[in-house]
């Protein structure tokens, strides 16, 4: 009985872990653990649910690709589903995805095209008839967010192949949006000079930059782009992968540099042993290579799982170490009063950068590594995530750290909560630290991205009294910032206007913003969307919040303590009094793949009526007309077509035969006969 209900905690923790660091990923750009960390613990809830099937439920994690799509984009859904790619970590393990490999396909002569996996985030662009009429990011796989305009400032991106001889009706192509490394470095210098909050790394400048409501600061980003596989393409019949990608460069996409086709795993480990010691020498960041195997109809017999093709794989770079002093262990005050301690480093360069901190996660972890200042560590940067020390190589101080009995910030006493938790917090709300915690994550980017207002501002505007309240933000003046040293003119009225235009925020920006427990993005947007307005919020019950798909009891219990309180209403209203917008707007209607496009239908189609048809054509935006001309974007055609479909081919028209038409339609949740 206990073991059952240990597993089933486990599972439950498990769940909500994996949830809460997509999060913090796809969400907030703002990963907290290594992809190696967030696969252990995808791997262990899948071997838990494979193992207890019992506790498994179809809207587990492990069943779907991550991420979500937020509803600051209009949706749009895409016309074949966006894969993710299994991980490997190691030559053995690797093997093993080669042999099962070489073993379905009963040979072993097979020939394996190898890319650097490329930090950055992944787009989907629709070229319909050569012209890019759509780009949407993956969101869950299924249903992603339009950034055409976004996409189209990107210079790497055509915006009609180049390749105009025949393009595919529809061509809808993936590949990597990244932000190269010198772009990145001035991005964040550019954002430090200007007092703002800089980017972790270059792929969250990259997302962040992408997922911009106005375009033109996308523009000012320096965005690039490789191409590296595609989803529908009709029309064309790409032998292999290096095919597609030669078409691609004749079209004017830009191809990696080191792409490498080998037949042996000995060439796939030199190449991957060479391009783990040439990854500091590109000018972008890559986590490892990709897999690939170079023929497609190979590829079709090997198939998918629902979240990923079984004929490719990631082979992941090791994490990068390196030896360091910790000079100091800081303990940091969070914006809900937990303790974190962080490692002080001597300044150490591991892989290209200069590491100054580690994370300690917490004062469980500093008693299990027996950690203390004055030690020398080993650390390890995985990926983009901040370093954290693996174990202590040699002991300068004595034990280890021990918890303050009292705040750093406001000297109250600490608690832990209750014995089964990990963190220590401080539980006075007049702390200044936690306070000022919580200026900076409601002014922060995916919250109510008040751009120019970063930490350190906020800290001087506390200590200067200036700051008291989450709505004395809106009551800054002009003079407040100058009296700050450093602060030109120019900045200071840049600053003023980021802090007006972030009051029209919709309202899920808000809920975030106003750092409830519990409470992330994600959750926010649905309980917006849901009720529109502050006032729905103040009056709704717990039942209404649990009705939310996705929304717990966990979420609502947090929601109703959290509306409840007369601090609550304080707030809001000085905030409302300030100017800052209460309310939801509706979600755009959904992207439309056929938005401006004409259509001819000719001949007989099997699983439509013609009317029908024509409302699926239209309900996708698009128009329909009676004659072939020039102007004619597509040739429905249907059996025994005849004139329309000759002037169409003479007139080198598009033309879509019924299947094609019925995987588009079917797609967007049309049904046909
Ligand atoms: S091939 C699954 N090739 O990695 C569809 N993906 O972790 C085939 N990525 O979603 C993808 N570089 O966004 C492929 N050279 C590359 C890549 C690459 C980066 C991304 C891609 C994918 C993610 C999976």
Redesign the pocket.
């Known amino acids: 009985m206990n073991k059952t209900k240990n597993i089933i905690q486990r599972i439950n923790f498990l769940k909500t872990e994996i949830a809460r660091h997509n999060e913090f990923y796809y969400g907030q750009d703002n990963p907290k653990i290594s992809d190696k960390e967030y696969d252990d613990l995808v791997k262990e809830l899948e071997d838990l649910e494979k193992n207890y099937p019992l506790f498994s439920s179809s809207e587990s994690p492990v069943k779907k690709v991550s991420s979500f799509a937020s509803s600051t984009f209009a949706p749009v859904k895409h016309l074949s589903p966006?894969?993710?790619?299994d991980?490997t970590y190691s030559k053995e393990e690797f093997s093993v995805w080669y042999e099962r490999a070489l073993k379905s396909l009963g040979t072993e002569d097979l020939e394996f095209i190898i890319?650097?996996?490329?930090?950055?985030?992944?787009a989907s662009l629709i070229y319909t008839k050569g012209v890019l009429t759509k780009a949407a990011t993956?969101g869950d796989g299924e249903i992603g967010e339009d950034i055409t305009e976004n996409i189209k400032t990107i210079s790497d991106i055509p915006k009609s192949l180049l390749n105009k001889k025949e393009p595919p009706g529809i061509f809808e192509l993936?590949g990597?949006v990244y932000m190269s490394q010198n772009d990145f470095e001035s991005l964040n210098a550019k954002i430090l000079q200007e007092g703002g909050q800089k980017f972790a790394n270059p792929r969250n400048a990259a997302a962040g930059s992408l997922r911009q409501k106005n375009s033109q600061i996308t523009a000012q980003r320096q965005l690039k782009f490789?191409v590296?596989?595609f989803g529908s393409a009709s029309g064309m019949n790409f032998k292999n992968h290096y095919d597609f990608l030669t078409y691609c460069k004749q079209c004017g996409f830009v191809l990696?540099e080191y792409i490498k086709i080998c037949k042996t795993i000995d060439e796939i480990f030199s190449f991957f042993d060479l391009m783990e010691q040439k990854r500091d020498t590109l000018p972008y960041e890559i986590d490892g290579l990709?897999i690939?195997i170079n023929d497609y109809s190979l590829q079709n017999m090997l198939g998918r799982t629902n979240k990923?093709?079984r004929w490719?794989i990631?082979f992941k770079f090791p994490a990068k170490q390196a030896s360091a002093k910790l000079n100091k262990i800081e303990v940091q005050v969070g914006r809900t009063g937990a303790l974190t301690p962080r490692a002080s480093l001597e300044p150490t360069a591991l892989a290209g950068v200069m590491i100054s901190h580690a994370t300690l996660h917490n004062f469980e972890e500093i008693e299990r590594l027996n950690v203390n200042e004055g030690d020398i560590v080993l650390i390890e940067r995985a990926g983009e995530v901040i370093p954290k020390i693996i174990k202590v190589l040699d002991k300068g101080g004595a034990g280890f750290f021990k918890p303050p009995s009292n705040c750093p910030s406001c000297n109250s006493k600490i608690v832990k909560e209750n014995e089964d938790e990990v963190a220590y917090r401080c539980v006075n709300p007049e702390c200044p630290a936690q306070f000022t915690r919580h200026l900076i994550h409601f002014v922060s980017r995916n919250a109510m991205d008040i751009d120019g207002l970063g930490e350190v501002i906020i800290e001087r505007l506390v200590q200067k009294k200036k700051l008291n309240s989450l709505s004395d933000i809106y009551n800054l003046k002009f003079e407040d910032f100058i009296e700050i040293e450093l602060f030109k003119d120019k900045r200071a009225h840049n600053l003023i206007n980021a802090i007006d235009e972030s009051k029209s925020r919709p309202l899920n920006r808000l809920l975030f913003a106003l750092g409830i427990r519990h409470i992330g993005q994600k959750s926010s947007e649905l309980i917006a969307q849901k009720f529109k307005t502050m006032d729905a919020l103040f009056s709704a019950s717990f039942d209404d919040f649990v009705q939310i798909d996705e929304v717990g009891e966990v979420l609502s219990q947090s929601l109703i303590d959290f509306f409840k309180e007369s601090e609550t209403r304080r707030i809001i209203n000085s905030l409302s009094a300030a100017g800052v917008n209460m309310t939801e707007p509706d979600i755009e209607d959904a992207g439309k793949q056929f938005d401006g496009l004409t259509f001819v239908l000719t001949g007989e189609l099997k699983s439509y009526t013609r009317t029908q048809a024509g409302q699926i054509i239209k309900s996708l935006g698009g128009k329909i007309s009676s004659s072939v001309s020039k102007k004619t974007n597509f040739v429905l055609a249907g059996a025994d077509a005849g004139s329309k479909l000759q002037k169409a081919k003479k007139l080198g028209v598009a033309i879509m035969d019924e299947e094609e038409f019925k995987n588009i339609s079917s797609l967007h949740g049309n049904k046909h006969r």
């Open positions: 966006m894969l993710s790619l991980n890319e650097p996996k490329v930090d950055g985030l992944s993956r993936r990597e490789f590296h596989s990696q990709v690939k990923s093709p490719a990631a």
